[in-house]
């Protein structure tokens, strides 16, 4: 005998499949220090990373931008950009989380950002090429990788920069 749901039941249930088809996943992200970097600088170096969204503009600013001087005290660029700021050290934790119930992912999602910037104070091995890429920053497109998808969302420090990890 088939099981018969009263109609509210069914609603509820129809909304709830409707809500969750359109809303975004878990919005975890995951940020760890690479086991290689007291291997190089013969400790953990303490750090710090921002994590931020961006457009597609200031996405292109923060490339061409002396990340040295981002990190400053009191830094327009850095103010403006109201970042989430982990930090790291010999003595703290070598993973963290940006966790998806922190509220600012909420106002994340209303500034209509195209990227998130993930930009870290690793002191450079060696000098940047001027015109390359500085790779203590990271841009990932935010809905691709941060909205829409099931992927972990995990990110690693190493020696050489940040660099975004997959399963």
């Not at 018969?4 to 992200?29: E, F, R, Y």
């Not at 195209?114 to 841009?139: F, I, Q, T, W």
Request: charged fraction near 25%; aromatic fraction near 8%.
């Amino acid at each position: 005998m088939p099981l018969k749901l009263p109609p509210i039941a069914l609603l509820s249930m129809s909304a709830a499949a409707l809500l969750s088809a359109c809303t975004p996943t878990t919005l975890n992200l995951e940020v760890s220090m690479s086991d290689e970097l007291p291997q190089v600088y013969g400790f953990y170096p303490t750090l710090e990373l921002d994590i931020a969204p961006v457009t597609a503009e200031e996405k292109q600013r923060l490339e061409h931008y002396d990340l040295e001087a981002y990190f400053e005290p009191n830094n327009a660029l850095r103010r403006q950009l109201i970042p989430y700021t982990m930090k790291f050290c010999q003595d703290c934790p070598l993973t963290q989380d940006l966790d998806s119930g922190l509220e600012i992912w909420d106002s994340w999602e209303d500034k209509k950002s195209d990227y998130v910037a993930v930009l870290v104070n690793l002191p450079l091995l060696s000098s940047k090429e001027p015109g390359s890429a500085d790779p203590r920053l990271l841009s990932l497109p935010f809905k691709e990788h941060f909205l829409y998808t099931t992927k972990d969302r995990r990110i690693q420090i190493g020696p050489e920069g940040l660099t975004r990890l997959t399963n």
